[in-house]
């Protein structure tokens, strides 16, 4: 069938014309300042690579201003009712979110005409996300990612999970957090609007030990930068792993396969995994390996090496110090012109490229590799790994995780 997903926003010309972008390319990691009028910006691009320097992006629709709405979405089967917030930047480029698994249903942005489209895989209502689909544009948690045969110990004791993944523990369980409807707040600042969604987890759900208190704020800001920051505080320690699940295209929903799109990731070493995906313990290096992106490289180029995964499910190590903001990659469609710039103080990132995505209506009738995601996270399984970061929070500590998507455009070729 095809696709089901939110339709595209109408094309909207720019009011302001784009200044030509330098004509010099940049070499891998150097990372260039360029006043772009509304805004200085910084771009990782290779001399290799179809690349090309960060074109000024200046698309603006006259029309719009910093805006949220928010209208019904749907009712749960209890009756809940579940709403759908928009949230317009100074722009016109639009954020859409709902309560329901504090989930990203859309991403707006314009392409190098200025056409803007959503840019995320979805369901038009709530009702696709009701049933149980690949975690589209999801928050998930408590832990997301794996952790090995649903188990862990903690303070002497051994917890039990559910295995929804082969005998592995996924992205949270059976009821995660994103399966949850989220208390929302507005947010408005000078250059961004935004929303806060909260949850209080309480102690045994899905089996995991503590009261958590969980907050997530997505803010949507004037130069298509979506920021979003996890907060949590417990009363026992409990293991704790947040993410966003977005599904990307940059060509557009309905864009088919991302393997023209180019990956660039600062990140010098993955972990390594067994048979079920649970990583061996060894951070292994991207060299001389499929996984090697640290030059920018159409994502499809080696794909078809990866037979035992049927195609990306690797978690890379975001190179520099866990913490602290940090480069942690970029993605390009040289046909839209549309690119995305990552950074993040988490440990690693999960690039996952729909390998199960199989055309079904569960699956919104998208199909293998018609996106891909890149999941900041802590490392799979690091309750039951002493070498990785640690994943545990403790009564009187803050759990902070922040990770940025700034949307932009490239000059053509
Ligand atoms: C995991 C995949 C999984 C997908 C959808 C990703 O985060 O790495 O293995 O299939 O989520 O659940």
Same mark, same amino acid.
């Given at each position: 069938m095809k696709p089901r997903s939110i339709p595209s926003q109408p094309s909207r010309a720019p009011s302001t014309p784009s200044p030509a972008g330098d004509p010099s390319t940049f070499s891998l990691n150097r990372r260039a300042v360029l006043a772009a009028g509304i805004a200085a910006c910084s771009l990782i691009a290779d001399r290799s690579s179809a690349i090309q320097p960060f074109h000024p992006n200046l698309l603006q629709d006259a029309s719009a201003s910093m805006n949220i709405t928010k209208a019904p979405f749907g009712?749960?089967?209890?009756?809940?009712?579940?709403?759908?917030?928009?949230?317009? %930047?100074?722009?016109?480029?639009?954020?859409?979110?709902?309560?329901? +698994?504090?989930?990203?249903? *859309?991403?707006?942005?314009?392409?190098?005409?200025? %056409? &803007?489209?959503?840019?995320?895989?979805?369901?038009?209502?709530?009702? +696709?996300?009701?049933? &149980? !689909?690949?975690?589209?544009?999801?928050?998930?948690?408590?832990?997301?990612?794996?952790?090995?045969?649903?188990?862990?110990?903690?303070?002497?004791?051994?917890?039990?999970?559910? =295995?929804?993944?082969?005998? %592995?523990?996924? !992205?949270?369980?059976?009821?995660?957090?994103?399966?949850?409807?989220?208390?929302?707040?507005?947010?408005?600042?000078?250059?961004?609007?935004?929303?806060?969604?909260?949850?209080?987890?309480?102690? +045994? =759900?899905?089996?995991?030990?503590?009261?958590? *208190?969980?907050?997530?704020?997505?803010?949507?800001?004037?130069?298509?930068?979506?920021t979003i920051r996890f907060t949590a505080t417990t009363d026992k320690a409990t293991p704790i792993n947040l993410t966003n699940h977005a599904y990307f295209n940059l060509g557009g929903w309905q864009g088919g396969v991302i393997h023209n799109h180019q990956l660039q990731l600062q990140c010098a070493k993955y972990l390594a995994i067994d048979e079920t995906m649970i990583p061996t313990g060894a951070l292994a290096d991207v060299a001389g390996t499929p996984l090697d992106f640290r030059t920018a490289t159409p994502i499809g180029q080696r794909i078809a090496q990866l037979t035992a995964t049927n195609g990306y499910d690797h978690c890379f190590v975001v190179d520099g110090q866990p913490g602290t903001l940090r480069a942690c990659g970029m993605v390009v469609d040289p046909k839209s012109g549309r690119g995305m710039e990552i950074q993040?103080?988490?440990?690693?990132? =999960?690039?996952?490229?729909?390998?199960?995505?199989?055309?079904?209506?569960?699956?919104?009738?998208?199909?293998?590799?018609?996106?891909?995601?890149?999941?900041?996270?802590?490392?799979?399984?690091?309750?039951?790994?002493?070498?990785?970061?640690?994943?545990?929070?403790?009564?009187?500590?803050?759990?902070? =995780?922040?990770?940025?998507?700034?949307?932009?455009?490239?000059?053509?070729?």
């Amino acid at each position: 069938m095809k696709p089901r997903s939110i339709p595209s926003q109408p094309s909207r010309a720019p009011s302001t014309p784009s200044p030509a972008g330098d004509p010099s390319t940049f070499s891998l990691n150097r990372r260039a300042v360029l006043a772009a009028g509304i805004a200085a910006c910084s771009l990782i691009a290779d001399r290799s690579s179809a690349i090309q320097p960060f074109h000024p992006n200046l698309l603006q629709d006259a029309s719009a201003s910093m805006n949220i709405t928010k209208a019904p979405f749907g009712t749960l089967p209890d009756g809940t009712a579940v709403s759908l917030w928009t949230l317009s %930047n100074s722009r016109g480029d639009l954020l859409k979110m709902t309560d329901y +698994g504090a989930l990203i249903v *859309s991403i707006e942005v314009p392409d190098r005409q200025g %056409n &803007r489209t959503n840019v995320t895989l979805g369901f038009p209502k709530l009702d +696709g996300y009701l049933e &149980r !689909h690949p975690y589209f544009g999801a928050t998930v948690g408590r832990f997301c990612n794996r952790i090995a045969k649903g188990k862990f110990s903690l303070d002497g004791t051994t917890y039990s999970l559910a =295995q929804n993944n082969g005998p %592995n523990h996924l !992205h949270g369980g059976e009821v995660g957090f994103d399966k949850l409807v989220w208390k929302t707040e507005e947010l408005r600042g000078d250059n961004y609007v935004g929303l806060r969604f909260s949850l209080l987890s309480p102690d +045994g =759900q899905e089996g995991y030990p503590g009261n958590l *208190s969980v907050q997530a704020e997505y803010l949507w800001d004037n130069e298509a930068k979506l920021t979003i920051r996890f907060t949590a505080t417990t009363d026992k320690a409990t293991p704790i792993n947040l993410t966003n699940h977005a599904y990307f295209n940059l060509g557009g929903w309905q864009g088919g396969v991302i393997h023209n799109h180019q990956l660039q990731l600062q990140c010098a070493k993955y972990l390594a995994i067994d048979e079920t995906m649970i990583p061996t313990g060894a951070l292994a290096d991207v060299a001389g390996t499929p996984l090697d992106f640290r030059t920018a490289t159409p994502i499809g180029q080696r794909i078809a090496q990866l037979t035992a995964t049927n195609g990306y499910d690797h978690c890379f190590v975001v190179d520099g110090q866990p913490g602290t903001l940090r480069a942690c990659g970029m993605v390009v469609d040289p046909k839209s012109g549309r690119g995305m710039e990552i950074q993040t103080t988490q440990p690693g990132v =999960q690039l996952y490229t729909g390998n199960f995505l199989n055309g079904s209506d569960s699956n919104g009738g998208f199909k293998l590799h018609e996106a891909f995601c890149l999941e900041t996270q802590n490392f799979p399984d690091a309750p039951n790994q002493p070498t990785f970061p640690n994943s545990i929070l403790k009564p009187g500590e803050k759990f902070e =995780q922040t990770t940025s998507y700034r949307f932009l455009v490239v000059a053509d070729k």
